[in-house]
């Protein structure tokens, strides 16, 4: 829980001379939670809480998400402090290795992976694929309709016709318009990655050639580059945590983890009434905890030919304060009259 880290952070905070904010993502199947715009004004709140100080340190993890959503994380971040660092217990991938880009130095554990920042654009206008009987739009990556193009070159050579054909047929399966974005957004990715890389590399060449790999050279989206790799292959300004700054990395990891219930597999089978997943968690010392959670209910329903089926019916789904969400906790069966959650106050011994 928030109110065990708090003691975690203020070791490691002194330890590393550091102000701590941490955001978690959750990846957890099912429940997976990407970096969003909406997080932004949060961030705001916690920056200033914290106030203007010398170095604050962004507790990270992360599967990616909106790209603009980061690139303005990073900004804001910079305008309250001299020094920016990031600290990664495990991943920041996609979009949470462009934040971690534009940090002066990324503190990395053995277990921690940064990953590409090529991007995939999910729009109405995307392809449709069925899942679970609703049709939904497929991602579609903007280094994956490179690569076809590409592909289709190497095989065919400079016959233009037969490349107008394969462009054809590409605009047939993906929208135009969401091809155009995609162009759009490639070249907007390698100008967000050279602006934030500035800070840590100055080698011009150098800088060409991790953002040469970060966005396509890797060869695909999943693609995880550990400790070793950022510092001696690619350059980038890695710092190893102290073994007694990596314990308390790892206390606080853990338990966030184990709060999000990132090893948990979640069976509506199982569930007979409420539930509350947390999803996402922005917290700090001075801000407190913001919590990303969905809360539901789930029930058994018998069908018209007599088979029994689950009903997951969503109630409530975005961001909490910790005000409510660390004193309280769900039990099954506590839907008032209205279709409300009712809380109950958890003891000394609660959940």
């Not at 979009?95 to 990324?106: K, M, P, V």
């Not at 073994?243 to 338990?255: F, Q, W």
């Not at 910790?322 to 958890?346: F, K, Q, W």
């Amino acid at each position: 829980m928030y109110s065990d880290r708090v003691d975690l952070y203020e070791k490691l905070e002194n330890m590393r001379q550091t102000k701590i904010i941490t955001y978690f993502t959750s990846d957890r199947r099912g429940f997976e939670t990407q970096i969003a715009q909406d997080v932004i004004d949060l961030f705001i709140d916690q920056l200033d809480e914290i106030g203007v100080v010398k170095k604050i340190s962004l507790f990270l993890y992360t599967r990616g998400g909106d790209t603009a959503a980061a690139w303005n994380i990073v900004n804001l971040l910079k305008m309250y402090c001299d020094e920016f660092e990031v600290i990664i217990p495990h991943k920041a991938h996609s979009a949470g290795t462009i934040i971690s880009l534009g940090a002066d130095c990324i503190v990395m554990t053995k277990q921690a992976t940064l990953g590409p920042i090529d991007p995939s654009l999910t729009t109405p206008l995307n392809p449709k694929i069925d899942f679970n009987g609703n049709s939904i739009p497929f991602p579609v990556s903007v280094e994956a309709v490179k690569g076809y193009i590409e592909f289709a070159k190497e095989h065919i050579g400079n016959n233009e016709d037969a490349i107008a054909q394969i462009l054809l047929t590409l605009s047939q399966n993906v929208h135009p318009l969401v091809l155009g974005q995609v162009y759009r957004t490639r070249s907007q990715i390698k100008m967000l990655a050279e602006k934030l890389l500035k800070n840590q590399i100055k080698d011009a060449e150098v800088l060409d050639n991790i953002i040469s790999f970060l966005c396509s050279d890797s060869g695909s989206h999943d693609y995880t580059i550990n400790r070793r790799e950022a510092n001696n292959d690619l350059g980038l300004n890695v710092k190893k945590p102290s073994d007694g700054e990596y314990s308390l990395i790892k206390k606080i990891y853990d338990d966030i983890s184990e709060e999000m219930g990132f090893r948990d597999v979640f069976d509506p089978r199982t569930i007979n009434g409420a539930y509350s997943v947390k999803r996402g968690v922005l917290e700090s010392i001075s801000g407190g905890s913001d919590y990303f959670i969905t809360e539901g209910r789930c029930n058994q329903i018998r069908l018209q030919d007599g088979q029994m089926a689950i009903n997951n019916e969503i109630i409530f789904e975005g961001w909490r304060k910790s005000s409510i969400a660390d004193r309280m906790y769900v039990t099954n069966n506590v839907i008032n009259d209205d279709g409300d959650l009712i809380y109950e106050h958890a003891g000394d011994d609660g959940l």
